[in-house]
């Protein structure tokens, strides 16, 4: 593929980054997934191929290096950070009647919760949450909160539950993306959530949602 040149910052960034994936595949890590499944858990519809060759991609530009069998950012690429929210930020403002998060199927919603976590603020013991998809395609998935971790499972943990939510994947999507936030869920029974008191009470702290739900509501509250 021919340069654009180099005469012009602007030219030398696209090289890098504008090919089709390699924004996204910048976000998983700038969000914290280091292991090549992780990020193509991430990213549905991309090809282990193409992956492989996005990652290479990034290794030989600087942005990204290899440790052992993860991913990291250098320094470079962690720079990358402002530019990938300032993507989301310029969509949320100027292409968000564009915006569909209700399309998003629930594993790959769940995923991106997971990795939205605060594990400082999990409980000392072992947590089960069982996140109950009530449309439009019902189905199950659980978060296992285990020494300061998360565990995304598609079938039963072999745990009993500590906390059950029952929602559609709409309001799944409206909390995580920020239309809709926790508190006014819950109270308008939206989301129906059963467990320990105290468990229940702490969960919406665990979550730090999407970056861009503060973002969200602002452009919201405009329209």
Same mark, same amino acid.
């Given at each position: 593929? #021919?340069?654009?040149?180099?005469?012009?910052?602007?030219?030398?960034?696209?090289?890098?980054?504008?090919?089709?994936?390699?924004?996204?595949?910048?976000?998983?890590?700038?969000?914290? !997934?280091?292991?090549? !499944?992780?990020? /193509?858990?991430? &990213?549905?519809?991309?090809?282990?191929? &193409?992956?492989?060759?996005?990652?290479?991609?990034?290794?030989?530009?600087?942005?990204?290096?290899?440790?052992?069998?993860?991913?990291?950012?250098? #320094? /470079?690429?962690?720079?990358?950070?402002?530019?990938?929210?300032?993507?989301?930020?310029?969509? *949320?403002?100027?292409?968000?009647?564009?915006?569909? @998060?209700?399309?998003?199927?629930?594993?790959? &919603?769940?995923?991106?919760?997971?990795?939205?976590?605060?594990?400082?603020?999990?409980?000392?013991?072992? *947590?089960?949450?069982?996140? $109950?998809?009530?449309?439009?395609?019902?189905?199950? $998935?659980?978060? *296992?909160?285990?020494?300061?971790?998360?565990? $995304?499972?598609?079938?039963?943990?072999?745990?009993?539950?500590?906390?059950?939510?029952?929602?559609?994947?709409?309001?799944?999507?409206?909390?995580?993306?920020?239309?809709?936030?926790?508190?006014?869920?819950?109270?308008?029974?939206?989301?129906?959530?059963?467990?320990? @008191?105290? &468990? *229940?009470?702490?969960?919406?702290?665990?979550?730090?949602?999407?970056?861009? /739900?503060?973002?969200?509501?602002?452009?919201?509250?405009?329209?």
């Amino acid at each position: 593929m #021919p340069e654009y040149g180099r005469f012009c910052p602007v030219s030398l960034t696209t090289e890098v980054l504008a090919d089709r994936w390699t924004p996204l595949i910048v976000r998983e890590l700038v969000l914290g !997934n280091t292991r090549f !499944n992780d990020i /193509a858990r991430g &990213l549905p519809g991309i090809s282990r191929s &193409l992956l492989t060759a996005r990652l290479r991609h990034l290794e030989k530009r600087g942005v990204v290096e290899r440790w052992a069998s993860e991913y990291h950012l250098t #320094p /470079a690429g962690r720079d990358l950070e402002k530019i990938i929210d300032a993507f989301g930020r310029w969509a *949320v403002e100027w292409l968000f009647d564009e915006l569909y @998060p209700h399309e998003v199927h629930p594993h790959t &919603l769940m995923w991106w919760m997971h990795r939205r976590t605060d594990p400082s603020r999990f409980p000392a013991e072992r *947590v089960v949450l069982e996140f $109950v998809f009530t449309a439009p395609d019902p189905m199950t $998935v659980w978060l *296992v909160l285990e020494h300061g971790e998360v565990s $995304v499972c598609h079938q039963h943990p072999g745990f009993d539950t500590d906390v059950l939510l029952r929602a559609t994947t709409a309001t799944y999507s409206d909390i995580f993306n920020g239309p809709l936030t926790w508190a006014d869920a819950v109270r308008s029974g939206a989301i129906e959530v059963a467990g320990s @008191p105290r &468990l *229940v009470r702490a969960l919406p702290g665990w979550f730090l949602w999407s970056p861009w /739900a503060e973002a969200t509501r602002e452009r919201m509250a405009r329209s």
